[in-house]
């Protein structure tokens, strides 16, 4: 047992410390919560001395920096394939961004809350960190000039109009999450299966189309 647990430590000399940390912060995370998450008992769970995680992470809010990074950078790769068919088909391509992000939050909850979080208090001093997140809305910024290009969205500031379609989506994961949609389809009285999230939320981004159509 020591002899592996030595052999764990020198294969984190040589890098892997620094994701294993990462791996088992979204675990906790997952189980207790952020506000409980602690370098010290990850570092235990790990096998390593309680400061071998300072060489990577010298303080809570580091970490917690860190991993919103890294979700960002999922976030914006899984809203890029979403809308790869963009300049093909505009529409379509607009709603699968759409369901995208709402994939991204329901196989990710506790990372996609950490993201949006006031978790950090200044997020200039993690500059890597902020640029993974304005990268990722750019991703929704480009959508939206290419669709007001074509004429599909009416032509405003296309930053106002990207923030109104963010607020929608973002308001609508946080009401699924809580369990404030459920029963949204139990009105209908014709006979059909019960819509899938991504179903509804897909019709939803139509009708918010529709509204905004030049």
């Known amino acids: 047992m020591i002899l592996e647990r030595r052999k764990s430590r020198k294969g984190y000399h040589h890098g892997n410390l620094r994701e294993a940390i990462l791996n088992e912060s ?3 995370i997952k189980k207790k919560g952020v506000e409980s998450l602690s370098l010290r008992e990850i570092a235990k769970k790990l096998g390593v001395t309680h400061s071998a995680p300072n060489r990577h992470f010298p303080k809570k809010e580091t970490l917690l920096a860190t991993l919103i990074e890294t979700g960002f950078i999922q976030f914006r790769l899984a809203l890029l394939e979403g809308k790869k068919d963009i300049d093909i ?3 379509e391509a607009f709603i699968a961004m ?3 992000y709402l994939r991204f939050a329901n196989e990710n909850p506790e990372l996609y809350r950490l993201m949006f979080s006031n978790n950090i208090d200044d997020m200039s001093q993690y500059p890597t960190c902020e640029k993974a997140g ?3 809305f750019e991703v929704l910024l480009s959508a939206v000039i ?3 290009t074509r004429g ?3 032509k405003c500031d296309p930053k106002e109009m990207a923030f ?3 607020s929608f989506t973002h308001g609508y994961v946080m009401l699924l999450q809580d369990g404030r949609l459920a029963g949204i389809d139990s009105k209908q009285k014709q006979v059909s299966p019960k819509r899938t999230d991504e179903e509804l939320f897909s019709q ?3 009708q918010m189309g529709i509204g905004l159509l030049a």
């Open 89 to 91: 088909h505009p529409k």
């Open 134 to 136: 304005l990268e990722s």
């Open 152 to 154: 599909i969205l009416k």
């Open 98 to 100: 759409g369901v995208s």
């Open 204 to 206: 939803l981004l139509h």
């Open 164 to 166: 109104l379609i963010w």
């Open 26 to 28: 979204i675990i906790w």
């Open 146 to 148: 290419t669709l007001q």
